[in-house]
């Protein structure tokens, strides 16, 4: 019976946990699609380099049209609102992704993602600034910042920044230019596991539970064999 007592109670605590944490947390239990890095780390295993990406985007009576472009492995998608690009005088606008091939390391910044170029042969309206979503690896700390250049060399400049589905970042940006997730150097990684912290309470119940369920198990193929 104490058996059966701690297995209900464990049943409860893990009620309580699931309503405590937010649904992005199951989707983390899957195998996230493997990052193609431009400069892998070395527990990237085998590693396919990162795709590139090209829009045309129609303009109608001088409007350009809602659309969105993205590379051809989705670790990179930017979305347009209706109208987002000064289109006057054009039938069409042009947007080119691009991987940059190397890895910038500017000082003060650890990039966690490629570094990637997104051009348009239009200038964005600021008062319609577009979406960007950049998707990271699970190999690699959580990024707390997207930023934005106008030159791979820098200087940088931080754009607000939400989280969005698992191991993604998003921004909204009216400048197009160089685009990387990463964090400041020198504070701890974002998304680490740290006692008391907001991540460690469903692990640890995870845990319980399993081990609770584990030990419930002789008791039930008893009980099924009489």
């Known amino acids: 019976m104490k058996r059966i007592a701690l297995l209900a109670l464990a049943v409860v605590a893990y009620g309580i946990a699931a309503w405590m944490v937010a649904p992005g947390f199951y989707d983390g ?22 795709s590139s990406g090209h829009l045309e985007i129609k303009v109608i009576g001088g409007v350009s049209d809602a659309n969105s472009a993205f590379t051809d492995d989705g670790q990179l998608v930017i979305g347009f609102l209706p109208g987002a690009f000064m289109a006057a005088g054009k039938t069409s606008i042009t947007v080119d992704i691009k991987p940059l091939g190397t890895c910038p390391t ?10 990637y170029q997104v051009s348009a042969d239009a200038t964005i309206d600021p008062s319609k600034p577009a979406n960007l979503v950049l998707r990271f690896s699970n190999l690699v700390p959580n990024p707390s910042t997207v930023y934005l250049a106008s030159d791979p060399n820098g200087p940088w400049t931080t754009l607000t920044t939400q989280p969005g589905q698992p191991f993604t970042v998003e921004t909204r940006t009216a400048t197009l230019g160089y685009f990387a997730a990463g964090y400041p150097a020198g504070s701890p990684p974002p998304g680490s ?27 039930a193929v008893i009980r099924r064999r009489r």
């Open 29 to 50: 239990f899957g195998p996230p699609q493997p990052y193609n890095f431009t400069c892998p780390p070395p527990q990237a295993g085998a590693n396919t380099k990162p």
């Open 193 to 219: 596991v740290t006692v008391g912290g907001s991540q460690a309470l469903p692990i640890i119940v995870a845990i319980l539970i399993a081990v609770v369920v584990l030990a419930g198990l002789p008791i």
């Open 106 to 115: 500017p000082a003060g910044i650890r990039f966690v993602t490629n570094v």
